[in-house]
């Protein structure tokens, strides 16, 4: 990171806007900032982290409202903006305070913030929406790759913390150099690796289980029990193969037999069947004569059938024509009847016509009079509304008077209660605070030594349990050792005993070859098999890992009960003493900052308040001017009203009193009109109509007369052609053919049962024939004996198959059991190999029986940042000092590695960087932090330290010293980096050309730029 340009206005001393441009300083790469005491030149590196962090650089100045500056009016902008390049990429982050005046007259400042970058079209582009203050100081992080704490042990340098970072423990170096140079990749690397490692060794184990129990399932102890298993199954299945065979072949030949008996006896029980089949088809040969018959009478009335049925609808035709005969005479006479009494009525309703004419000129003076009327309600209706609206207008005049009154008096109290509270409670809300702060940190600590005192006690009583339980696995391991070697010996014995008992005198001893056996072996009182020494020996591997975790559970209580009680000393120190009435103080301290706060919001809600009552005051008053106004208009709008109903009610009808009145006689004259109007339209339409329905019942009644003669006329010709009909059919009457028609379904499915019935009779005839040749000279077989035996040879052969394919099954399934283990137990000793040594590996990487990895590349680093500083610190004091890494240490001094030693060449030795004088301690960390900025931007993936600034520390120098120090910035010349001093030393002046003077004033400081 290299600034580019610093900006800032309102902040600190600088009241106008004041402006810094960096790149006027790259090619000097020093630039010195003077200006006297309070000008404020710390101020602009405060600028800086404020923009970045929003924090100051020393830590120590507040938030971003405090640095406003005293001498700005009111409403006057407060910005900071710091430009800087990253990677060859330009970024502005920018922060502000907002400015809004309350009702009361006074101002607040609300802060805001922002980052942009720089786009190829040369403007910059924000990065957030709507940025919040974690949301820049996060962005900040991640570009410069430094926290606001590491930003300032390393870029920046504030007044009185320059040696921060030379006298920091190793835990605190560890942690800037972790972000300086990425590292925590490679303690994630040596995660990565073990995670692994643990991962893979999780595999074998679950796999080493699973083969287990597989050969456990078989009841087997290892592959060679299997094999010996799957030898004896494939024997015992070549055995019940061969009986298999043996009960297949005298199946075969018995269900030959069967299958030529079983034909010869259905030859016999097809032979029964179609003799039954003959005589019931014999049986039905009456029944097929009487139905044939029937067919013939069927299709002789067929020939009538039309005659009948024309004759039958010429009859019904001629009756109903007589019927309506009747009926159109009877609808002609009461067509006439209806249209005199029609007549009658129209004659009735002409006479009352003068009437009418009575009820019309009524209902015109009617209508004249309706508007006067109207306008009469209206304006009673607008008299009473003015009457209201009066009313209303005078009660909320005296309404709003009252309310100017509750409001000016709620006011005054309000106002009195506000500044009771700020002098009771809310000026003196800070120092309570404070207070507070003090007593939670003590009490805090005093907690948390408590806490650690109760840790070593836990971790104690663990690790006498824990020893206690070492002992006890301990003693059972012993007893299973010993157990295990007494097996072994009786084992040994028996075996010697039945290899004496094989031998004889002269026999040579397969041992030691003698053939003189003297003192044969004697067995052991009891035998023991392959299979209890294994299970001792796993019994005394089980007992061995017990007694190996219970050791490491044992060192890891060991080293948290020392963690735990270092901790205590540690937090006893830091506590400090403690008062004796803590408890009692510290509630009173939080019950006093309670009731401040509370009247504090208290006092925040009165404000408020009175705002509001401040607004409804002036509410009132304009609501108090608006009602008297109202008012008037309303006594006006009322007097208008009043004289204007007087004079419609003037025009009124004595008999007409109002309007509904008129409206009710408007209304029965319109009625009466509207229904002498209906009732002449309804005569005239009825009198038109009966006259057109008697003129058409007379069409009907002649049409009627002439049907009714033709119907007779055809009645006469169909009895005629019937006669001929029946006679050619050879029917007596209609009926007779009506009984002898038969459907024409029924007629085609009886000529089709005939047929069919006289062949099949024909074709049982003759194979009730040909049966009684094929079997002529054999006799019935017996089924059932020949099938109850070929069933009990089908069942032996069932259970003989199932048998075979139990056992075919089994010897597959231990076929691919054996190889499945063998092969699964190979991969397994190999891919343990490779997991031994990758645990190995990760363990190095990781550190746990030494130096870790990422330790100790950060000790490389160190010892490169060292060298380099070294090679600077050669032009100070002639060489005298010399920074070195202390060694690593081991256990729990292993986070040792990376503090420093100051080696003095006047004594002879080394000694701790803190044993240095303040300007020595000055110059070496000048060299260790120029040291540090040369080697992270030598290492590729590390963060740019392009720029360093460095508050004091020079006034502590002497003349000679400062020169010494002179030499040291010298190195930078000629880089891109860049190193800003803040120092009033006269030497400095003259020896660095680039400037930035901070001028101060009574109106605020101004900065001039020198280069």
């Given amino acids: 990171m290299i600034p580019v340009r610093l900006e800032l206005e309102g902040f600190g001393p600088y009241v106008e806007r004041q ?13 010195l900032i003077r200006g006297e005491t309070g000008a404020g030149k710390t101020v602009l590196l405060d600028a800086m982290t404020y923009a970045l962090y929003g924090r100051s650089s020393g830590g120590a100045r507040g938030d971003f409202a405090d640095q406003r500056s005293l001498l700005m009016p009111p409403d006057a902008p407060t910005r900071v903006a710091f430009e800087f390049d990253v990677r060859g990429r330009r970024y502005r982050f920018d922060r502000w305070l907002r400015v809004r005046k309350k009702r009361t007259g006074t101002y607040e400042y609300l802060p805001a913030q922002d980052a942009f970058f720089l786009g190829p079209d040369g403007t910059f582009t924000t990065f957030f929406e709507n940025p919040r203050q974690r949301d820049v100081e996060e962005k900040a992080c991640e570009l410069i790759g430094l926290s606001c704490e590491q930003f300032c042990q390393v870029m920046i340098l504030p007044q009185g913390q320059f040696e921060r970072l030379l006298v920091a423990k190793s835990e605190d170096k560890e942690s800037v150099l972790v972000s300086l140079f990425h590292a925590e990749r490679w303690q994630r690397i040596a995660e990565q690796v073990c995670t692994r490692a643990n991962g893979l060794r999780q595999k074998l184990d679950q796999e080493k289980t699973t083969i287990q129990a597989l050969l456990d399932g078989q009841g087997c102890a290892d592959a060679d029990a299997l094999s010996d298993k799957l030898m004896q199954t494939r024997e015992q299945l070549a055995e019940q193969a061969a009986r298999r065979q043996a009960a297949s072949d005298t199946l075969d030949l018995k269900r030959r037999v069967f299958e030529e008996e079983t034909r010869i006896f259905g030859l016999f029980e097809k032979r029964r069947a179609v003799q039954a089949e003959r005589e019931q088809l014999e049986s039905r040969v009456p029944l097929m004569r009487e139905k044939q018959a029937r067919i013939d009478a069927a299709r002789r009335a067929a020939e009538a059938e039309g005659a009948c049925t024309r004759a039958t609808a010429a009859a019904a035709e001629l009756e109903r024509r007589q019927a309506a005969g009747l009926q159109a005479e009877k609808h002609l006479a009461k067509t006439q009847q209806a249209l005199q009494t029609a007549a009658g009525a129209l004659e009735a309703c002409e006479r009352e ?20 009327y109207r306008l009469l309600g209206e304006a009673a209706r607008a008299q009473v509304q003015a009457d209201a609206r009066w009313t209303r207008a005078v009660q909320a ?67 006498a349990a824990l020893q206690a339980g070492c002992a006890e696995r301990q003693a059972a391991l012993e007893e299973a050792r010993c157990e295990r070697e007494d097996l072994g010996r009786r084992y040994l014995q028996n075996t010697a005993a039945a290899l004496a008992a094989s031998l004889s005198e002269g026999m040579p001893c397969p041992v030691c ?48 009960t020392h963690a735990a009680q270092e901790q205590v000393e540690l937090l006893r120190a830091e506590c400090g003493p403690v008062p004796e009435q803590l408890t009692g103080q510290l509630q009173a301290a939080r019950q006093s900052v309670q ?7 208290r006092a925040a809600e009165i404000a408020k308040e009175l705002e509001q009552t401040a607004s409804a005051l002036e ?41 509904a009145a008129l409206e009710a006689e408007l209304k029965t004259v319109r009625e009466r009109y509207a229904a002498y109007e209906a009732a002449l339209r309804q005569a005239r339409a009825n009198e038109s109509a009966a006259r057109l329905a008697e003129r058409a019942a007379q069409a009907a009644a002649e049409h009627a007369e002439a049907e009714l003669e033709r119907c007779r006329l055809e009645h006469l010709q169909s009895q005629e052609v019937l006669q001929e009909a029946l006679c050619r059919a050879g029917f007596q009457t209609p009926a007779a053919v009506a009984a002898a028609i038969l459907p024409s379904e029924t007629v085609s499915a009886w000529e089709q049962e005939v047929a069919e019935n006289r062949a099949k009779l024909e074709a049982a005839i003759r194979q009730v024939d040909e049966l009684g040749q094929q079997l002529a000279g054999r006799a019935r077989p017996d089924l059932a004996g020949a099938g109850q035996e070929i069933a009990v040879l089908e069942t032996q052969k069932a259970e003989l198959d199932a048998q075979w394919g139990a056992l075919r099954e089994a010897c597959v399934r231990l076929e691919k059991l054996e190889r499945d283990c063998r092969s699964r137990q190979q991969a397994l000793d190999l891919q343990r190999a490779e997991c031994d040594r990758l645990t190995a590996f990760g363990k190095l990487l990781r550190g746990d029986s030494g130096i870790s990895l990422r330790r100790y590349l950060l000790g490389v680093m160190l010892s490169s940042i060292t060298a380099e500083a070294n090679r600077l610190l ?121 400037s930035v003077e901070v001028v101060k004033g009574r109106t605020g400081s101004r900065l001039r730029l020198h280069s």
Avoid: W
């Fill in 19 to 31: 402006e810094i441009d960096f790149t006027r300083f790259y090619q000097s790469g020093l630039v």
């Fill in 397 to 463: 005049a005296d309404s709003a008077r009252e309310c100017l009154e509750v409001c000016q008096t709620r006011k005054g109290t309000l106002e009195a209660e506000r500044t009771r509270i700020f002098e009771r409670y809310s000026a003196r809300l800070p120092a309570l605070r404070e207070e507070l702060t003090r007593l939670e940190r003590v009490a805090q600590m005093q907690e948390r030594l408590k806490q650690a005192a109760a840790k070593v006690r836990s971790c104690q009583t663990q690790y």
């Fill in 619 to 659: 509410q009132a008053r304009e609501l108090a001017v608006r009602n008297t106004s109202a008012l008037e208009q309303a006594a006006g709008e009322r007097q208008k009203a009043h004289a204007q109903y007087e004079a419609l009610a003037a025009q009124r009808d004595p008999e007409l009193p109002d309007h």
């Fill in 513 to 560: 070859g003698g053939i003189h056996h003297p003192s044969p072996a004697d067995a052991a009182e009891d035998t023991v098999s392959d299979a209890q020494i294994a299970a001792a020996d796993r019994a005394v591997a089980q007992a061995e890992r017990a007694y190996a975790a219970h050791a490491s559970e044992l060192a890891k209580a060991e080293a948290g």
């Fill in 595 to 601: 009731e401040a706060q509370a009247q504090d919001a």
């Fill in 353 to 372: 016509e003068p009437f009418h004419a009575a009820d019309q000129a009524r209902l015109a003076r009617l209508e004249t009079l309706r508007e006067s």
């Fill in 874 to 994: 050669k032009n100070v004091h002639g060489g005298r000092y010399q920074l070195f890494r202390t060694a690593e240490g081991a256990g729990r001094a292993r986070k040792a590695g990376l503090d420093l030693e100051v080696f003095d060449a006047h004594a002879g030795g080394r000694r701790g960087v803190s044993s240095l004088s303040g300007g020595e301690k000055f110059l070496v960390s000048l060299s260790l932090a120029l040291g540090l900025s040369a080697v992270v931007q030598a290492q590729s993936g590390g963060i740019r330290m392009d720029a360093m600034f460095i508050d004091e520390g020079f006034g502590s120098l002497d003349p000679r010293s400062i020169a010494d120090a002179l030499d040291v910035l010298a190195s930078v010349r000629g880089s891109r980096r860049l190193v800003g001093i803040i120092s009033h030393v006269e030497a400095l002046r003259e020896s660095i050309e680039a």
